[in-house]
């Protein structure tokens, strides 16, 4: 077992008086099921952070590999209306093109932060991908704040969120519906910095 992965389950273990049971971590497993688009912020609201946290072991190297995924410079301006139709295009697009491989399969290790190749890539893989389009397309990099998760089935997931004016709304491989943090129903537990994306937070917030 990872070091990374025994200080999250120490930290999830502490939430067991609000969950009422223990909650475990599986193995990295990023499906790709797909939805119908429906973007809903009325009730969402911000990921709350609580302290400084290491990144994911796999993120370890990610601003030196991808300085844009690590940026905090806004390129252009643009309307709220005009950032959630490109935020929308752009989930869809990915997700309809981009295979769901995972990490054992395409490098023979259990975790690898990379964009996808021309076999596909896995949760954050895709998380990445969709950074990057949407900062070329414009999209404040400020926004878009990778995040690591536990999924329903309390599996280990990565998704983008977007910190739309209304509320964190969230970008998942899983879905092409775009809801707020909050209908998840995942496990938060860190994400990059809002303030500073090379640095990684901590969370731990339950949707």
């Known amino acids: 077992m990872k070091s990374e992965d025994i200080g999250l389950q120490a930290a999830l273990g502490r939430l067991k008086t609000y969950s009422g049971r223990a909650v475990g971590i599986a193995v990295l497993v990023c499906g790709a099921t797909l939805a119908g688009s429906q973007v809903d912020a009325s009730e969402g609201s911000f990921i709350r952070t609580l302290a400084a946290s290491p990144p994911p072991s796999g993120a370890q190297q990610l601003c030196r590999q991808y300085a844009w995924a690590c940026s905090s410079k806004a390129s252009v301006r643009m309307t709220s209306q005009q950032e959630m139709q490109i935020i929308e295009r752009i989930n869809r697009q ?114």
Request: hydrophobic share 35%.
């Open 94 to 207: 990915v997700n309809a093109t981009t295979r769901a491989v995972t990490d054992q399969t395409q490098y023979r290790t259990t975790e690898r932060w990379a964009l996808p190749t021309t076999r596909g890539g896995d949760c954050e893989d895709f998380a990445l991908l969709k950074k990057r389009d949407l900062i070329r397309a414009g999209v404040d990099p400020n926004k878009l704040l990778i995040a690591t998760v536990l999924d329903t089935r309390r599996n280990a997931h990565a998704v983008l969120v977007y910190r739309s004016a209304r509320g964190d709304l969230v970008l998942d491989n899983l879905t092409n519906r775009i809801k707020p943090w909050s209908a998840t129903r995942y496990l938060f537990l860190r994400m990059q910095d809002p303030t500073k994306p090379s640095n990684w937070v901590g969370v731990y917030g339950r949707s």
